[in-house]
T-cell receptor
């Protein structure tokens, strides 16, 4: 069965600093990987996705993620964090049929002024 | 495009009652998935509907059932509500057969008292 681990429950960064959120997955075949962001009490918004091809993918709001098969990782990065980036971030993996999404437990990002 | 819409936004039910949640998918999408997100956790897959049939199911009891209508909208029904069913219920829609991602609604917050 597939699984996703987000090792960091809570991260605090200063505005303007760089950010990296970690994600490790377990899946037997080529994974389909996603990063979603959720503001309090809201639904999920897709930041970026990886299906195949270039292992460095660009997303919305200046985010990027790199797929590393050897490390089973799909870490999310942003060079300069804005106060509006404070939210909960979820990494997810989809099965071969791109049906059910399996989510990690999330990382809560706090941004200090 | 209205995106994925869910109703109601909030709901309070008494233990033992039954509840129905509704979802209208994004225009052009034919597949609907439901997720349960307990407080402080990542979403958990309940089931997915395609062509009015349940195509895949997560690890949820039979108290959770669903339906998809010819216009692709969907309902989630939960019988014999337990306190532990209190959660944010998220609907996601997607288009089968292509490299597209799932779009999420804002969710229905269910509180069981």
């Amino acid at each position: 069965a597939q699984s996703v681990t987000q090792p960091d429950i809570h991260i605090t960064v200063s505005e303007g600093a760089s950010l990296e959120l970690r994600c490790n997955y377990s899946y037997g075949a080529t994974p389909y990987l996603f990063w979603y962001v959720q503001s309090p009490g809201q639904g999920l918004q897709l930041l970026l996705k990886y299906f195949s091809g270039d292992t460095l993918v660009q997303g919305i709001k200046g985010f990027e993620a790199e797929f590393k098969r050897s490390q089973s990782s799909f870490n999310l990065r942003k060079p300069s964090v804005h106060w509006s980036d404070a939210a909960e971030y979820f990494c997810a993996v989809a099965d071969t049929g791109r049906r059910a999404l399996t989510f990690g437990s999330g990382t809560r990002l706090q941004v200090q002024p | 495009d209205a995106g994925v819409t869910q109703s109601p936004t909030h709901l309070i039910k008494t233990r033992g009652q039954q509840v129905t949640l509704r979802c209208s998918p994004k225009s052009g999408h034919d597949t609907v998935s439901w997720y349960q997100q307990a407080l402080g956790q990542g979403p958990q897959f309940i089931f997915q509907y395609y062509e009015e049939e349940e195509r895949q199911r997560g690890n949820f009891p039979d108290r959770f059932s669903g339906h998809q209508f010819p216009n692709y909208s969907s309902e989630l029904n939960v019988n014999a509500l337990l306190l532990g069913d209190s959660a944010l219920y998220l609907c996601a829609s997607s288009r089968t057969g292509s490299n597209t991602e799932a779009f999420f609604g804002q969710g229905t917050r269910l509180t069981v008292v």
